[in-house]
Antibody, heavy 121, light 109 residues
Framework: QVQLVESGGGLVKPGGSLRLSCAAS????????MSWIRQAPGKGLEWVSY????????YYTDSVKGRFTISRDNPKNSLYLQMNSLRDEDTAVYFC??????????????WGQGTLVTVSS | SSELTQDPAVSVALGQTVRITCHGD??????ASWYRQKPGQAPVLVIY???YRPSGIPDRFSGSSSGNTASLTITGAQAEDEADYYC????????????FGGGTKLTVL
């Protein structure tokens, strides 16, 4: 069955960096677009970034552009999010998610359990 | 970028039908997806595309759309349906972006 397991969250000071990982299993990872989506404490869902199945194309929400970098390693079935210049407002649970179909339609059919990133001095 | 607007809270009596709506310009171009999220859990996709249900989602969940409005209908709401519900869609502003609605808290009375 499809499994997505995030790791790498933690407490970091403003301006610091963190790298999130998402280990995928149970499906052909290289066939699917993947996303990072976050949820601040007590708030709604916010899409953060998309990466194409090949890894060649990447998209970001405006608030993280230039600070976050999404990447993937298809042979290792892994998705990453490098987060630099972190701000208080980046505090959230970060989910990795897979489309339910092999197209980029925003139809996130599978989610990990999330990893908490806390940015605080 | 586009925005999707949802009512913050909706209630329904046990066994009755409830409709949760989502408004936004992107819905004129792209289909909405709907997610159920219970406290402390990851979201679960309940409706996608025109009106498709992933495996394991009960058929009391259905979706529809007209103009800039998408709707999630639960026919015969159950106690376990009490949760936050989010809509999303592709952003119609050009790039491959995704936008989420602010979420609707559904209370089953």
């Amino acid at each position: 069955q499809v499994q997505l397991v995030e790791s790498g969250g933690g407490l970091v000071k403003p301006g610091g960096s963190l790298r999130l990982s998402c280990a995928a299993s149970g499906f052909s990872f290289s066939d699917y677009y993947m996303s990072w989506i976050r949820q601040a404490p007590g708030k709604g869902l916010e899409w953060v970034s998309y990466i194409s199945s090949s890894g060649r194309t990447k998209y970001y929400t405006d608030s993280v552009k230039g600070r976050f970098t999404i990447s993937r390693d298809n042979p290792k079935n892994s998705l990453y999010l490098q987060m630099n210049s972190l701000r208080d407002e980046d505090t959230a649970v970060y989910f990795c998610a897979r489309e339910i179909r092999t197209i980029a339609a925003g139809e996130m059919g599978y989610w990990g359990q999330g990893t908490l990133v806390t940015v605080s001095s | 970028s586009s925005e999707l607007t949802q009512d913050p809270a909706v209630s329904v009596a046990l066994g009755q039908t409830v409709r949760i709506t989502c408004h936004g310009d992107s819905l004129r171009t792209y289909s909405a997806s709907w997610y159920r999220q219970k406290p402390g859990q990851a979201p679960v996709l309940v409706i996608y595309g025109k009106n498709y249900r992933p495996s394991g989602i009960p058929d009391r969940f259905s979706g529809s759309s007209s103009g800039n409005t998408a709707s999630l209908t639960i026919t015969g709401a159950q106690a376990e349906d009490e949760a936050d519900y989010y809509c999303n869609s592709r952003d119609s502003s050009g790039d491959l972006h995704v936008v989420f609605g602010g979420g609707t808290k559904l209370t089953v009375l």
